[in-house]
């Protein structure tokens, strides 16, 4: 079971159990701990990819399932996992169940896309994915998390390596969309995944203390749009070819979000820059960083 002899659940008052892992309970409504399974969902197609191709030094793939029976719930480690033709997920029970009794240790079992809570992979020594993991260790100090990370095995959890899909239909995608752009020198894609006209509404509620109506708002938009364009004519457009790169989410609306992104360069340095982003017509904007 290797890892899972060691780490386990997803919670903060620790169950101790002879021979098996300590399990962390964490409120369900913790806000933390459900961003981190959106996030495994949100990402799982990368899992899916790499677990049917792996890629060069990536090991120990594992998948986190929502397993019910009657009222009891629990989330629980699958080995070895495989994937169905209509998005189930199949994987053996890494771990003795303590909540649920309708699986048991190595039975195999079978969920469905909208049951996993969360996947990993090991590449390279580094933690990719596990993101519940990475929940509860960013609650946890002191000697509590000097004993997590020592139960990992020498496993490193960094700022990790997000893999959303790069479309319009979550912040992280937005931005990843824009920056496809930018790899690509298309500068009509690029200025599609943006908003200037928000754009400029924010800026001059932040700069100008004079009344701001529609006619200033649209002339500022333009301002931007024409600065964005012989900006990327004079300097070409940026590059993210081999950079990899990990979000941070900051929810101030159901419209209005700040992520951070942060990138790892081939050399190992780090970049890390917060950009406004905001749902427009049901579709996420980028705009520009915020300061």
């Known amino acids: 079971m290797g890892i899972l002899k060691k780490i386990f659940g997803r919670k ?6 002879n021979g098996n892992p300590d399990v962390y309970d964490m409120p369900n409504e913790d806000e ?29 793939f594992s998948v986190k399932a929502r397993i019910e029976d009657g009222d009891s719930v629990e989330h629980i480690w699958l080995l070895e996992p495989s994937f169905d033709h209509e ?17 048991s240790l190595d039975e195999k ?70 920056e496809e752009a930018y790899d690509q020198d298309d500068l009509e894609k690029s200025l599609s995944c943006k908003d200037f006209k928000k754009e400029a509404e924010f800026l001059l509620k932040k700069s100008v203390q004079i009344e701001i109506d ?10 931007l749009r024409l600065s964005f364009i012989k900006n990327m ?15 941070q989410r900051q929810n101030l609306s159901k419209e209005h979000c700040i992520v ?17 982003t905001y749902k427009v017509d049901g579709q996420w904007k980028v705009l520009g960083l915020e300061e």
């Open 233 to 247: 004519q004079e300097n070409g457009m940026p590059k993210f070819k081999g950079i990899k790169r990990a979000f």
């Open 260 to 276: 951070t992104e942060i990138c790892r360069f081939p050399d190992g340095g780090l970049s890390r820059q917060r950009l406004n």
């Open 87 to 103: 998005g189930n997920v199949y994987g053996r029970v890494g771990n003795e169940p303590i909540d649920v009794k309708n699986v």
């Open 12 to 17: 903060q008052n620790i169950r101790k159990r």
């Open 214 to 223: 529609d006619e200033l708002i649209e002339n500022t938009a333009e301002v």
């Open 109 to 178: 079992v079978g969920i469905a896309f909208d049951h996993v809570s969360d996947w990993m992979i090991v590449e390279y020594g580094r933690l990719i994915g596990g993101y519940t993991l990475r929940a509860i260790r960013e609650g946890l100090t002191g000697d509590a998390l000097q004993n997590f990370d020592k139960s990992l095995g020498g496993i490193v959890i960094d700022e990790g390596e997000d893999h959303f899909l790069p479309d319009h239909d979550t912040p992280e995608g937005a931005i990843l969309a824009l």
């Open 32 to 60: 933390r701990m459900n961003w981190a399974m959106e996030k495994a969902r949100l990402t799982f197609h990368y899992f899916k990819t790499c677990t049917e191709n792996p890629k060069e030094g990536q090991a120990y």
